[in-house]
Nanobody, 119 residues
Framework: QVQLVESGGGLVQAGGSLRLACAAS????????MDWYRQAPRKQREFVAR???????NYADSVKGRFTITRENAGNTVYLQMNSLKPEDTAVYYC?????????????WGQGTQVTVSS
C-alpha cells in the first residue's frame, strides 16, 4: 500500500511564496518520476512540474522561472517551491508519483492541498 500526502498549502498574497511537500509512504522500492499537477475551479487538471529519479526537471510554461521542484530521495519526499505567486496560481495542487513496490509499478495520486493567492 502506497500513500502520497501533500502539505504546505494555504492562503498567500500575490507576490508571496509557498513550499509544498509530498511525502510518499508504504512498501516503496523506488520513486521514479514525480509530478505536481493543479486543478483550478471549473478547469481541468493541468501539469505543473516533473522531476525524474535522476533529477531532471521540466515545468509548465506558466510556472517556469517561478516554481522549483526538488526531491529528497532518502525521505521519499518531493517539494514544490512556489515564488512570485499570482492569483491565477490558485488551485488544488496534487502530487502524482510513478512508484515501484514489491508488487508493481504504477501511478499514485495524493489527496491534494489548496493554494489560494489573493490579489
Amino acid at each position: 500500500q502506497v500513500q502520497l500526502v501533500e502539505s504546505g498549502g494555504g492562503l498567500v498574497q500575490a507576490g508571496g511564496s509557498l513550499r509544498l511537500a509530498c511525502a510518499a509512504s508504504g512498501s516503496i522500492l523506488s520513486l521514479n518520476a514525480m509530478d505536481w499537477y493543479r486543478q483550478a475551479p471549473r478547469k481541468q487538471r493541468e501539469f505543473v512540474a516533473r522531476i525524474t529519479n535522476s533529477g531532471s526537471t521540466n515545468y509548465a510554461d506558466s510556472v517556469k522561472g517561478r516554481f522549483t521542484i526538488t526531491r529528497e530521495n532518502a525521505g521519499n519526499t518531493v517539494y514544490l517551491q512556489m515564488n512570485s505567486l499570482k492569483p491565477e496560481d490558485t488551485a488544488v495542487y496534487y502530487c502524482n508519483g510513478d512508484i515501484t513496490t514489491w508488487a508493481s509499478r504504477m501511478g499514485y495520486w495524493g489527496q491534494g492541498t489548496q493554494v489560494t493567492v489573493s490579489s
